[in-house]
DNA sequence: CTTCTGTATCGACGAATGTCGAAACAGCAA
DNA sequence: TTGCTGTTTCGACATTCGTCGATACAGAAG
């Protein structure tokens, strides 16, 4: 971010994913996945939090999903989400910022 | 993120900066940004590495400045930008996950 | 088979977003 | 003052997004 001016690629890639969290109900689908014993949630449990009806977690959940940003699988009834923990932790790198900001010119 | 659930306050505040960061070319601009020395730039030098037109870039820094992330000033004829550290370190902060993920239930 | 529950997809709707050209504003220089 | 350059704001437009109800699909149980 800081050491070189991020190609276009790269930007529209990084961007995706941010995108998936641009919403306070995936970002709290996320974090509530992420807060389950194992890491993993079933769609059961994300359901009763929110105030949207069901098909729209499905939804928030499938854009989480193609962003890259967690996993599904079902067994048996139910199906299970978890996080995947490079895709979160590229973003977490790349916003980190050394204190002293810059280095490079133009 | 991981250790409790995200309140939906937070998650709005949160959700808006992450929102800023879903454009390729406002993700873009903000890299360009952070790379300048001193850490700050003129709009000037922002406006040339894009295909879009000078107002879509000066409404991409709008949206940047509104969520927080960046800071500007007029100084004489030109107006500089830059990046807000503490910002991005809280947004770094969240999507930090812990290598073997969760610890809390429901 | 049929039925029931959990989850995903479909189609539609209003709202928000990214983009542009045109116009307005800010500061500097004649 | 007038003019010039850098930047922002204003309308307008097509596209995307979040949401819903209705429907379809998947698996387990009668």
Do not use: N
């Amino acid at each position: 971010m800081v050491r070189e001016p991020l190609g276009e690629e790269a930007a529209v890639g990084l961007s995706r994913m941010f995108k998936a969290l641009s919403d306070p109900i995936r970002l709290r689908l996320l974090s509530l996945i992420a807060s389950y014993e194992g890491g993993e949630a079933c769609v059961c449990d994300l359901t009763g939090p929110f105030d949207v009806s069901q098909p729209t977690i499905s939804h928030h959940l499938k854009v989480l999903r193609e962003a890259g940003l967690v996993g599904s699988e079902r067994r048996g009834t139910w199906v299970y989400y978890w996080v995947i923990p490079q895709a979160l932790a590229q973003l977490s790198a790349l916003l980190q910022i050394p204190a002293a900001p810059a280095k490079a010119g133009a």
